[in-house]
């Protein structure tokens, strides 16, 4: 996937090549395993901080299609991911593939950054796959004050443990477009990424009742007719090169308390 050209949308193989690399054991180090969620690290590229992450996380008390809906619903990301400065949809290409934003807080001192992805996804039976990767749209150049990263490509594979549990498995190889120092690589797979997931998790615990309360039938990822977003033509987009963005260093900087509230785990979901 990652020598791709041409911007197209995934097709059958693009997905189970996904599913083949999310259940993968070749080449992955394991960095933290406990409670029932697994991290490993890939390092592709020492000096530049290139590296893959794969974490897996067993769900107890969640169905495999409310975890599903939570990673589509993008109402309900801006309530319970701390993480996200800015995201929105951009538009639909397919009925089972879009082009969105997402902007995202860094560990301090670093530069927060953002990124352009066209998303695919896939139901299968009990199991759904939810994959990107980096495009540039003409509407949305990089901006001044974030870092535009690019997704060689990201996803989920959420596999179905009967009616009330599954398994999720997060796979990302991205470039943050910048030289990194060590700690973050360390912090984001020991800390941050396990972090994310547990968040995730009470997140799934919390959207049934949240959904009943704000536009319940709303699910345009199950209903492509209740898209409301522009077409967006192929031709308008782009392959996002990492080597045509600007280079930062920051391989020098320390880390710092993060004052963003690190704790804050508890976060209200209304």
Known sequence: MSTRESVQIPDDRDFNNFRTECNSDAGWS????????????????????????????????????????VLHDIEYRKKWDT?????????????????????????KPLKNRDVITLRSWLPTGADYIIMNYSVK???????????RAVSIQTGYLIQGRGAKSCSITYLAQVDPKGSLPKWVVNKSSQFLAPK??????????????????????FKPWLFPE??????????ELSIQHAD??????ESSLSE????RGEGSDEDSIN
């Open 137 to 147: 749209h003409p509407k949305y150049p990089p901006r001044k004050d974030l870092v």
């Open 196 to 217: 994310a997931m547990k968040k995730m998790y009470k997140a799934c615990l919390k959207y049934p009742d949240w959904k009943q309360k704000h536009n319940p039938h």
């Open 226 to 235: 209740q898209s409301t977003l522009p077409t967006v033509a192929l031709s």
């Open 244 to 249: 045509s963005l600007e280079n930062i260093d």
């Open 83 to 107: 993480n996200v400065i800015e995201t929105f949809d951009i538009g639909k290409l397919t009925v089972n593939s879009d082009v969105g934003y997402y902007a995202w807080k860094c560990p």
């Open 30 to 69: 394991q960095t933290y395993n406990k409670s029932g969620l697994v991290v490993w690290i890939q390092v592709l590229e020492v000096e530049r901080s290139l590296h893959k992450i794969k974490c897996r996380m067993e769900c107890k008390d969640i169905a495999a299609d409310t975890l599903y809906d």
């Open 256 to 259: 710092t308390k993060d004052d």
